[in-house]
């Protein structure tokens, strides 16, 4: 079997298209391709589509509550920045926008924040911490063994602290890990 090349992109279906619409535009930066009242189509990078939203027209009269990683259906996507600086600052501009994550989660191998759309998809905007190898080894660890998720953390209080100076290798990692420098 052959693995793909790369991501390409993902499809939702929604009942709050305007909502979605706007909450990508601004979260990702993302352009608006193409878009009609029934489908549109958006990018952050050089690729043509990242993301397409269908219409599924209003509400229901029984309108359901966003799911925010319950139930079946995918938990959430992940994407990767290049640096702290970069999570920091996408966290303070979201933030001053009244975004804000519904989970901040120290998880070893990255430091997380995971966010929800306005149809409580979750999207994970993370930077990772180590080396693949060391990741690896770190997955493969008893701490990982008792603990496979992670440490919520305060993302206002780590804040605080990495505008102060406090080095980074001291606020991203779990407490049963040895802090190490970043990758």
Request: proline share 8%; net charge negative; with cysteine.
């Amino acid at each position: 079997m052959t693995a793909p090349s790369k991501f390409a992109h993902v499809v939702y279906n929604t009942h709050r298209y305007q909502e979605m619409l706007d909450w990508y535009t601004l979260v990702f930066d993302a352009t608006v391709q193409y878009g009609n009242d029934d489908i549109s189509f958006l990018t952050y990078d050089e690729e043509h589509h990242r993301f397409a939203f269908v219409n599924l027209g209003p509400l229901p009269d029984e309108t359901p509550e966003p799911r925010i990683g319950r139930g079946v259906g995918v938990h959430h996507v992940a994407y990767t920045w290049d640096s702290l600086d970069e999570l920091v600052q996408l966290y303070k501009q979201l933030r001053d926008a009244g975004i804000t994550p519904v989970i901040p989660m120290k998880h070893g191998m990255t430091f997380s924040m995971y966010y929800a759309d306005p149809d409580g998809n979750m999207m994970e905007f993370q930077v990772d911490l180590c080396d693949v190898e060391t990741a690896n080894e770190f997955m493969h660890s008893e701490a990982f063994e008792n603990n496979p998720i992670g440490e919520l953390f305060d993302p206002e209080e780590f804040l605080k602290q990495y505008e102060a100076g406090v080095p980074p290798e001291e606020l991203v990692f779990r407490s049963d890990q040895v802090p190490a420098p970043l990758v």
